[in-house]
């Protein structure tokens, strides 16, 4: 079962609980509007679902509301940041802005953040960013319980460090990539456990390393103790790129990599190294809208294959799901709502219960 709203009701319910968890209207309502926005755009993984973590993570004196990113090093084309643990949906979006500033005037930018809490849907960066007519390439780790398993390997060493891509079409919808390394994204495997639904097989293994549907593995502590993994996408090249995230997003923008036992915590860190290119200085701008457009013309003069409806780019099924739910509602299962409805009852705030 499961429960719909419009996403202005959303929005409205998740700032009151934002805010009575100590920010500011201003921040309440923009982590509130990011996360449903990442509802809207079809990624639950990164929506509402998120607030019962957020609560638990504050409630623990991880994430810092009100927290603003500290510049650390500003060095031309180079810029690096603190995110002080601050919401991500905040310091990432204020690292985003001094990083476009900066493109705009040198061509390029080059920008590491650090100790971010939850950036949330990466794509949301790289939407500002071609917004703005720029190329984005963004690198991120995630410091939290490991939950993906390096290829050959048998239990959780990373988190699930997604790598995205935005690249602007001169007078069309930007071609936006943004995807885990893994082979879904954690919260996805949150839903489908909260939904009552298996997944298909190749995405999981249990706490024995063995292969599983189930995706309670990764979302609940087994008999022993002990959680399973999610799997690389892609095998060996998956694995490639996830712990490039880790070295780019962690190691180089000073946030940290992973190398120590799990534990409880509810905090989630991100590190995010962001490249920048202004085509227009580049010099290569009038190839670059012709060529790109060109592409994309080709590829859809591809015949549709059976069994799908249409050939799509990145970045379409989003825009999608964006007119579908705004039209529609947003639906939220009754088992993530439940843990919304508890964790906002920790703060004081009531919230309709499902059904």
Request: hydrophobic fraction near 40%; charge should be negative; charged fraction near 20%.
């Given at each position: 079962?499961?429960?719909?709203?419009?996403a202005?009701?959303?929005?409205?319910?998740?700032?009151?609980?934002?805010?009575?968890?100590?920010?500011?209207?201003?921040?309440?309502?923009?982590v509130?509007?990011?996360?449903?926005?990442?509802?809207?755009?079809?990624?639950d993984?990164?929506?509402?679902g998120?607030?019962?973590?957020?609560?638990?993570?504050?409630?623990?004196?991880?994430?810092?509301?009100?927290?603003?990113?500290?510049?650390?090093?500003?060095?031309?084309?180079?810029?690096?940041?603190?995110?002080?643990?601050g919401?991500?949906q905040?310091?990432?979006?204020?690292?985003?802005?001094?990083?476009?500033?900066?493109?705009?005037?040198?061509?390029?930018?080059?920008?590491?953040?650090?100790?971010?809490h939850?950036l949330?849907?990466?794509?949301h960066?790289?939407?500002?960013?071609v917004?703005?007519?720029?190329?984005?390439?963004?690198?991120?780790?995630v410091?939290?319980?490991?939950?993906?398993?390096?290829?050959g390997?048998?239990?959780?060493?990373?988190?699930?460090?997604?790598c995205?891509?935005?690249?602007?079409?001169?007078?069309?919808?930007?071609?936006?990539?943004?995807?885990?390394?893994?082979?879904?994204?954690?919260?996805?495997?949150?839903?489908?456990?909260?939904?009552?639904?298996?997944?298909?097989?190749?995405?999981?293994?249990?706490?024995?390393?063995?292969?599983?549907?189930d995706?309670?593995?990764?979302?609940?502590?087994?008999?022993?103790?002990?959680?399973?993994a999610?799997?690389?996408f892609?095998e060996?090249?998956?694995?490639?790129?996830?712990?490039?995230?880790?070295?780019?997003?962690?190691a180089?923008?000073?946030?940290?990599t992973?190398?120590?036992?799990p534990?409880?915590?509810r905090?989630?860190?991100?590190?995010?190294?962001t490249?920048?290119?202004?085509?227009?200085?580049?010099?290569?701008?009038?190839?670059?809208?012709?060529e790109?457009?060109?592409?994309?013309?080709?590829?859809?003069q591809?015949?549709?294959?059976?069994?799908?409806?249409?050939?799509?780019?990145?970045?379409?099924?989003?825009?999608?799901a964006?007119?579908q739910?705004?039209?529609?509602?947003?639906?939220?299962?009754?088992?993530?709502?439940?843990?919304?409805?508890?964790?906002?009852?920790?703060?004081?705030?009531?919230l309709?219960?499902?059904?």
């Amino acid at each position: 079962m499961s429960k719909t709203f419009t996403a202005d009701a959303l929005r409205r319910q998740m700032a009151a609980v934002l805010g009575a968890a100590g920010s500011s209207a201003e921040e309440a309502r923009q982590v509130a509007d990011n996360l449903v926005m990442a509802n809207l755009s079809g990624h639950d993984s990164h929506g509402v679902g998120m607030i019962p973590r957020y609560v638990e993570s504050k409630l623990e004196g991880g994430l810092q509301p009100n927290t603003s990113a500290k510049v650390t090093l500003d060095a031309g084309s180079m810029l690096a940041l603190d995110g002080q643990h601050g919401y991500g949906q905040v310091v990432g979006v204020q690292a985003m802005e001094m990083a476009m500033a900066r493109a705009a005037q040198t061509g390029s930018c080059i920008m590491a953040l650090a100790h971010a809490h939850h950036l949330g849907r990466i794509g949301h960066f790289a939407e500002m960013a071609v917004g703005r007519g720029l190329v984005a390439i963004h690198f991120v780790n995630v410091l939290s319980r490991p939950v993906v398993a390096p290829w050959g390997g048998a239990d959780g060493r990373f988190g699930t460090n997604p790598c995205c891509i935005g690249v602007p079409l001169k007078g069309r919808e930007p071609f936006v990539l943004d995807f885990a390394t893994s082979r879904v994204a954690q919260g996805k495997m949150r839903v489908a456990h909260n939904e009552g639904r298996q997944v298909p097989p190749g995405y999981l293994i249990d706490q024995h390393g063995r292969a599983t549907t189930d995706p309670g593995v990764v979302v609940v502590p087994q008999s022993n103790g002990l959680l399973g993994a999610l799997m690389p996408f892609g095998e060996h090249k998956g694995y490639g790129l996830a712990v490039a995230c880790e070295l780019l997003g962690g190691a180089l923008s000073g946030g940290g990599t992973w190398h120590r036992a799990p534990d409880a915590r509810r905090e989630v860190l991100n590190g995010m190294t962001t490249i920048l290119i202004d085509p227009q200085r580049l010099g290569t701008a009038a190839s670059f809208e012709q060529e790109a457009l060109g592409f994309i013309d080709w590829l859809r003069q591809s015949p549709t294959a059976e069994g799908f409806d249409a050939l799509r780019v990145a970045g379409e099924p989003e825009r999608e799901a964006r007119a579908q739910r705004e039209r529609e509602g947003i639906a939220i299962d009754d088992t993530t709502w439940d843990e919304i409805v508890s964790a906002a009852k920790k703060l004081g705030v009531a919230l309709p219960a499902a059904g």
